[in-house]
């Protein structure tokens, strides 16, 4: 499984990007997909997932009403619409894919696949 993330950059702090993952290669059924962002020296930390069938969505509470992850099965793809961006969101964003069901969504270290990463700096 391949994961391309997409749309990342630099925007004015209260803007708004549109990030985008497409998955290939897949043989299985995934279960859900998620965002999680990096800055250097700190932990990989969970930003927003969505179940791959049912499409119930899950977020951090700092991007709680301002960030909206959504699915497009047909075209395989994730994306994480955010608005009101805060310098604090500066970060690597990267997409991941899960293929078990039990263990709670927002753990990092459960996911399978993982895309590139893609930058987004937020200017004050």
């Known amino acids: 499984v391949q994961l391309q993330a997409f749309g990342g950059g630099t925007v004015q702090a209260g803007g708004s990007l549109r990030l985008s993952c497409a998955a290939s290669?897949?043989?299985?059924?995934?279960?859900?997909m998620g965002w999680f962002r990096q800055v250097p020296g700190r932990e990989r930390e969970f930003v927003a997932g969505?179940?791959?069938?049912?499409?119930?969505?899950y977020y951090a509470d700092s991007v709680k009403g301002r960030f909206a992850i959504s699915r497009d099965v047909a075209k395989n793809t994730v994306y994480l619409q955010m608005n009101s961006l805060k310098a604090e969101d500066t970060s690597v964003y990267y997409c991941?894919?899960?293929?078990?069901?039990?263990?709670?969504?927002?753990?990092?270290?459960?996911?399978?696949?993982w895309g590139q990463g893609t930058q987004v700096t937020v200017s004050s």
């Open positions: 969505i179940t791959w069938s049912a499409g119930r969505q």
């Open positions: 991941a894919e899960r293929v078990s069901r039990t263990p709670p969504v927002p753990t990092p270290g459960t996911y399978n696949y």
């Open positions: 290669g897949r043989t299985f059924s995934t279960y859900v």
